[in-house]
């Protein structure tokens, strides 16, 4: 096949390649030909800066060299074989820095290509749990997720998610799910004030100093107030349901797919306490914000909470192979063991990728990045990003500016995110923007100049918008 030209390509985009989320009839091909740091180049060799770490999941950027040649390496091997009754050495040693990592005695790794299928096998597992564990539940099928909920786009992460644009159409399919309102964030204090758990946010670095002490102040009562309000609309639930409820399953800290919705301090581990309380099991899905993005290596680090099961992807493995574990416990995994030989019980799941060892390398050298510094360096940067979120918050057509480790979003008075998004597009940087949305989320390890330029740009399409009088 001779190389097409770059007019063939785009025809032949539009023509056969049917992309996720997107709109077909107004597609306009954009087409990537290669990538570095933090930088997209088109075919037509226009830069990019990547704002949404490609859907959240480059977490070292592009292009990596320590991870490129871990999985240059790792093909040199053995490019895969299966984990049905054997697995990759590689994957075996990531199982095992994943159950040293994780919070607790989170011992037991099942992995699977993508964050939906890790909610899948959560999901799937807890169900089976409750059906041959010392005490059987069968009654228990249902699960307690939250409104505006994103878990992916499986038939049971569909059955969990809450944006009714993405997942009623689905509705006939998909199994029973009560629905509980989360924290309303609008309702939280503004970034850089009290009311964030004290070193939590890591926007209250920069902030000026409470006017009172922190226990005392408004945005403590706020948040407290949103949070004990939401873990009571939970607790009606449990204390009427939880008979039939397998599980709740919550995205720790950030509802990302919401429009970077943020709960306060204290509703993790009110949940959790809330489980214990009903004997219902905890998913924490935390595929969108694992892995250093909310400035710990897991969200669940925050409030030093063990989930039961604990949901990855994205950036396991930097955005550089797709893959996805699902975590739990001793407790849980012991109820998927024969206890005599007439049992014939294992977990009835698997996928033909599950435990690839190029992405079992991936992962290794991402996690070997991690622990090289990145880490170490996230709060300079989470410090950077919160200082120029906070310069825009001023900006009147910003609202309800907030930041959680690397997320920074703000909602719009006037509905100009699309305009806004172009604009970037148009000066070299690729940003997520609804009608009333915009946030940045860029790489960890994002140059200081290159997350500047990225706000410069927000500003200057915030100018632009008035400018047109859209302001
Ligand atoms: C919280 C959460 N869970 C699950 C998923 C699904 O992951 P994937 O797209 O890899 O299937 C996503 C994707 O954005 C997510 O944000």
């Not at 599980?247 to 509703?267: K, N, R, S, T």
């Not at 909470?305 to 994205?314: E, Q, T």
């Not at 990145?374 to 906070?390: F, M, N, S, T, V």
Request: charged share 20%; hydrophobic share 40%; with cysteine.
């Amino acid at each position: 096949m001779t190389t097409p030209t770059n007019d063939q390509l785009c025809e032949w985009d539009r023509a056969h390649y049917w992309h996720s989320f997107t709109p077909m009839a107004d597609y306009e091909p954009w087409v990537i030909a290669r990538a570095e740091g933090s930088t997209l180049y088109d075919i037509e060799g226009k830069a990019y800066l990547d704002a949404a770490s490609s859907m959240w999941c480059a977490a070292l950027g592009h292009n990596h060299p320590r991870v490129s040649a871990a999985v240059v390496e790792q093909l040199g091997r053995m490019a895969h074989c299966t984990s049905l009754g054997m697995g990759a050495d590689v994957a075996v040693r990531l199982a095992k820095r994943l159950a040293d990592l994780a919070p607790g005695d989170l011992q037991h790794v099942f992995f699977s290509s993508d964050g939906s299928s890790a909610v899948e096998v959560a999901m799937k597992q807890a169900l089976q749990y409750w059906r041959q564990c010392e005490r059987p539940q069968p009654a228990k099928t249902k699960y307690l997720a939250f409104g505006e909920a994103y878990h992916g786009d499986t038939i049971g992460a569909t059955a969990v998610g809450g944006i009714g644009r993405y997942h009623d159409v689905f509705g006939p399919i998909l199994c029973e799910v009560i629905r509980v309102d989360p924290p309303d964030s609008r309702k939280l204090p503004p970034p850089g004030g009290e009311g964030w758990g004290g070193g939590m946010n890591p926007a209250t670095r920069f902030a000026p100093p409470p006017r009172t002490p922190p226990h005392q102040g408004e945005g403590n009562r706020m948040a407290e107030g949103e949070c004990a309000a939401a873990l009571a609309r939970v607790e009606a639930v449990l204390a009427e349901q939880a008979d039939t409820i397998a599980a709740v399953i919550v995205e720790p800290l950030v509802q990302c797919a919401a429009g970077m919705l943020m709960h306060p301090p204290g509703f993790l581990s009110g949940l959790r306490q809330l489980c214990d309380k009903h004997d219902v099991l905890l998913i924490a899905d935390e595929v969108a914000v694992g892995f250093g993005r909310t400035g710990k290596l897991f969200a669940c680090n925050h409030e030093e909470v063990v989930p039961d099961f604990l949901c990855l992807g994205k950036h396991l493995t930097a955005g550089y192979v797709p893959m996805a574990a699902t975590l739990t416990t001793p407790r849980l995994y012991e109820a998927f063991l024969n206890r005599n030989a007439t049992e014939d019980r294992t977990f009835w799941h698997g996928h033909t990728y599950s435990g690839n060892a190029l992405a079992a390398a991936a992962a290794m050298a991402t996690l070997d990045e991690f622990e090289s510094g990145l880490l170490d360096g996230l709060p300079a940067r989470i410090a950077h990003l919160g200082e120029r979120l906070c310069h825009l918050a001023a900006d009147p057509l910003v609202e309800h500016a907030r930041q959680r480790g690397m997320i920074a979003a703000f909602n719009l008075t006037e509905p100009i995110g699309r305009q806004i998004g172009r604009y970037a597009m148009d000066h070299g940087v690729w940003l997520r923007a609804k009608d009333d949305l915009v946030y940045v989320m860029p790489p960890l390890n994002i140059e200081a100049g290159d997350l500047d330029r990225i706000f410069d740009v927000i500003s200057e399409g915030l100018e632009s918008g008035t400018a047109d009088g859209r302001g």
